[in-house]
């Protein structure tokens, strides 16, 4: 009897030092930059440390290769546990039921740290993540766009360097001022109208702020419309014009970026990490840089919403795991490091309300996120919304910069388009 006490007593002992979890979380991670990597690396630690007997492992897999993988795993098997994933395709693995709802985690969070953690997403990305009434994604990362321009330009065109342009009309005028009133080479603003994600994330704001809408009540193409037809004759008009390079209509964003940086535009409209390349590049006109908001149109003002969020996948075994990782790698200080390593806004409203984000150039874009919305804004997103942001658009925009369509013609081969794709 003795030995038999003895060795229930070392059984439970062994019992009690197990962990509660014993858990594997793959996580497939898409950024290649060694900074995010080891800043990946930093919250998987500390995780790790916090949460005993859950083991996370981190797969590499490139923006490139990320939707391939993913519709690959899904055929043959293999998804993890939690990865990244573009803010326009959440709909889509969500509406055929490949992803799991996070209102669990949230809750569980919530309860832990006395959060709200639905309350502190953006406003726009709710339309990108609660899909259906329950939280699909949480945020990593958020951007948008706002208006650099040169006041030694302005001055130079006879323009108030104070008084950037508020409006897209305003903006059409503007540049035209500018590419009149600078040296041969120098063009108003640097505006995309190419088959390129640069053209989508900047006319976005034009027929939003027009108040267009891509997707009518009934669930098919809304903008056949006077709205999205004015918003297309600004932003088109400002090419027709003269006033952004010949060659837009073939050019990337990178082009335009690398053309600013140049001096060869009086405007742009771009992303914060603008203004850390111009602090790299020092040009000699960098302390006539200055940045305002996107402009308004006669409805709103309404910015570009990107960004990445987590996701955790249906077919993982570990949800609870999964859950836990996902909440702590996308709140508090652990996260905080890694938002500062990559140089992105955090996807978390109170975060980026305070340091480093309170440093110029950061306040106007952190202010601006509060009126940045995603396309099909006001509709939920959509499963067909990846398709529509890259092959649609864009189309327009171009047919019409390069004289080949008018105004209606191109609207209504659009709008054509766009309901063949929502019929699939």
Known sequence: MRHVLLAATAFA?????????????????????????????GIIEAFEAGHEGIDVVMEIV?????????????????????SMLGNNVVAQFQAIGALAPLDDAFAAYDAEHGTDVAADIW???????????QWWASPIAVETRAL???????????LDPNAPPETWEELR????????GTPDGTYGIGLSTSLDYFTIHNFMSAYLGYGARMLADDGTCGFDSPEFKDALSVYTGIALDGSTHPDAASMDGNTFQRGFLDGRYGMILMHPSLYRD????????????DIAKVPAGPANRSGFLGGWPLVMWDASDAKEAAGQFIMFATHGEAFKELAVAGGFIP??????????????????????????????????????????????????????????????????????????????
Do not use: H
């Open 347 to 424: 996807g978390s409203i109170s975060l980026a309300q305070g340091e480093p984000w309170t440093e110029f150039p950061y306040p106007l874009f952190v202010d601006q996120l509060q009126d940045a919305r995603p396309y099909q804004y006001p509709s939920e997103a959509i499963a067909q919304m990846g398709q529509l942001e890259v092959d649609t658009i864009q189309k327009a925009v171009q047919a019409v910069a390069l004289g080949q369509k008018d105004i209606d013609q191109a609207v209504s081969d659009l709008c054509t388009d766009i309901n063949t794709v929502l019929a699939r």
């Open 13 to 41: 002992t062994t019992l009690i030092s197990v962990p509660a979890f014993a858990q594997t979380v793959t996580f497939w991670q898409f950024s290649t930059n060694p900074n995010d990597i080891a800043a990946w690396e």
């Open 62 to 82: 490139p923006w490139s290769e990320q939707q391939q993988r993913l519709v690959t795993a899904l055929t043959t098997g293999g998804l993890p546990d939690v």
């Open 173 to 180: 005028a503007t540049a035209k001022t500018l590419t009149e």
């Open 278 to 289: 111009l602090v790299t590049e020092q040009p000699e006109w960098l302390d006539q840089v």
């Open 123 to 133: 406003p726009g990305d709710r339309g990108y993540y609660n899909l259906g009434g």
């Open 148 to 158: 650099y321009y040169r006041k030694d330009l302005f001055e130079q065109a006879g």
